[in-house]
């Protein structure tokens, strides 16, 4: 089993950051990859970033890039999500995921589906 452990969300008002993290314990593997997956009320989860634990691959969707930033720290088993230039429809509960699967190609890793452990989430809300 893997626990995982979601930090860092709050209230910001837009235009601002915030910073997720996320620290993996149990039966961890370099091989994994971990996701941020939100969900907004009223709507399905989706996925924001990846990255795996064994490169620098990283992968974002659309509505993210260049406002969000995926890292991680091995040697603390942490996962990040920088979020900068906020926006009210970053508003949504966030997750940290890990997916035992390998894909090849890093933006494989974009369902909800794919990923096997989640965190407990963490709130975000963008206010005007």
């Not at 190609?105 to 963490?122: E, F, L, N, V």
């Amino acid at each position: 089993q893997v626990q995982l452990v979601e930090s860092g969300g709050g209230l910001v008002q837009a235009g601002g950051s915030l910073r997720l993290s996320c620290v993996a314990s149990g039966r961890t593997s370099s091989n994994y990859a971990m996701g941020w997956l939100l969900w907004a009320s009223g709507q399905e989860r989706a996925f924001a970033a990846a990255i795996r634990w064994s490169s620098d691959s990283t992968y974002y969707v659309e509505s993210v890039k260049g406002r969000f930033t995926v890292s991680r720290d091995n040697a603390k088993n942490t996962v990040y999500l920088q979020m900068n230039s906020l926006k009210l429809e970053d508003t949504a509960v966030y997750y940290c995921a890990a997916s035992r699967r390998f894909y090849a190609w890093i933006g494989a890793y974009t369902g909800p589906a794919k990923y096997d452990y989640w965190g407990q989430g963490t709130q975000v809300t963008v206010s005007s």
